[in-house]
């Protein structure tokens, strides 16, 4: 399994680099602030059978 992922913020346009923790959980949701422009972000991870994972970032 990838211990980071990336998402592109949708404000900015920086690609960010994040952790993944897989003790919580398969499905995870979250808000962050973008660290470049502190815009808020809904994280969305899914960790997938294969150890895959992806990430999806929209405003909050």
Do not use: H
Request: net charge negative; with cysteine; glycine share 4%.
């Amino acid at each position: 399994m990838d211990n980071e992922t990336d998402y592109v913020c949708s404000s900015c346009g920086e690609e960010i680099v994040i952790p993944v923790d897989p003790t919580q959980g398969r499905q995870q949701e979250y808000v962050e602030d973008c660290p470049i422009c502190c815009c808020p972000m809904v994280i969305q991870i899914e960790i997938r059978p294969d150890g895959s994972v992806e990430c999806r970032a929209y405003r909050e």
